[in-house]
């Protein structure tokens, strides 16, 4: 498992470091049911949360929407985590990670993906794209306590 | 109805959906992220996770009936399904939903019918049972009573 280890300066994106007692997470699901379960799972670990139901609505909050010029217009630097699921119609959660990882703004915000399968190719090709971690679903209390932890780092 | 004969249905009626595979180990996971902040969640992704369910199994019902199967769509609803049930501990309803995906590989339209049947059973037995136990949860409160803790 690749450990994301970030320094203080350079982390982040533009303007805060993470607020040790609430991040900021983006979560990226097209499940009605693992929105909801991942909302839940991250406030309990005292998160604070924004929903996107699909890559592109994702990208939009974030500033990286095609029709937004400057990257800065988005939400892109409030957020300290993205979480997303993979399999997604219209854009995978893998394609969602390489277009954050293209981002001058938002490469270093850490990236988790989630699946309900455990493929090893799908799993390195997306550790390849710098994803910070890789989690199986359904989603544990325990899953999300270790993310979080590794946030505070 | 006695609070304690209430409370004893609850306990029992949650040990069934257990032991009879209805539930597993997910659901209490649900159960862990209730509290006094959220004190309906439980009840709140079980309700939602009907509501969704039961358009995907019609969105299934109509997609089998085509002339023309689009097992490919067939499959995302599947999937979707597998994800969710998954999601709240509804086993047997994923476990369906697993073979039903193997039926659509083999592009088999006989085989996935008979998946969907299944389907269908084991959702409502297990919504049924989920909202008998609701129900007593709302009885033992409403009766001053305590919601017994089941391990």
């Known amino acids: 498992m690749d450990f994301y280890s970030s320094s203080s300066t350079n982390s982040r994106g533009i303007g805060e470091p993470c607020p040790a007692d609430e991040p900021h997470v983006l979560a990226v699901d097209d499940n009605l049911v693992d929105r909801k379960l991942v909302e839940r799972l991250l406030k309990k670990s005292s998160c604070k949360v924004t929903t996107a139901e699909n890559g592109l609505r994702a990208l939009e909050y974030l500033g990286l929407g095609s029709d937004q010029k400057h990257s800065t217009t988005g939400n892109g630097s409030k957020v300290n985590m993205i979480i997303t699921d993979y399999c997604m119609p219209g854009m995978t959660g893998y394609e969602l990670l390489k277009k954050i990882k293209e981002s001058s703004i938002l490469k270093d915000v850490p990236v988790v993906i989630m699946s309900s399968e455990n493929i090893p190719t799908r799993i390195d090709q997306c550790m390849e794209e710098g994803a910070q971690m890789f989690m199986l679903k359904p989603l544990k209390h325990s899953d999300v306590k270790s993310l979080r932890c590794q946030l505070m780092q | 109805m006695e609070v304690v004969q209430l409370q004893r249905s609850f306990v029992e009626c949650m040990a069934s959906l257990f032991r009879e595979g209805l539930l597993d180990a997910q659901f209490s996971q649900l159960q862990q992220l209730q509290d006094d902040s959220n004190p309906d969640f439980v009840v709140e992704v079980v309700s939602l996770f009907f509501e969704d369910s039961e358009r995907l199994l019609n969105d299934l019902t ?60 084991e959702h409502l037995l297990v919504k049924n049972k989920l909202q008998t136990l609701f129900e007593l949860e709302q009885q033992i409160v409403a009766a001053g009573g305590a919601i017994p803790m089941v391990q």
């Open chain 2, 62 to 121: 109509m997609a089998l009936d085509q002339p023309n199967v689009d097992f490919k769509q067939v499959d995302a609803h599947v999937h979707q399904l597998k994800g969710s049930s998954s999601s709240v501990g509804a086993q047997r309803v994923k476990n369906c939903c697993v073979l039903f995906r193997n039926c659509c590989e083999e592009q088999n339209t006989e085989a996935c019918l008979q998946c969907l049947q299944q389907i269908k059973q």
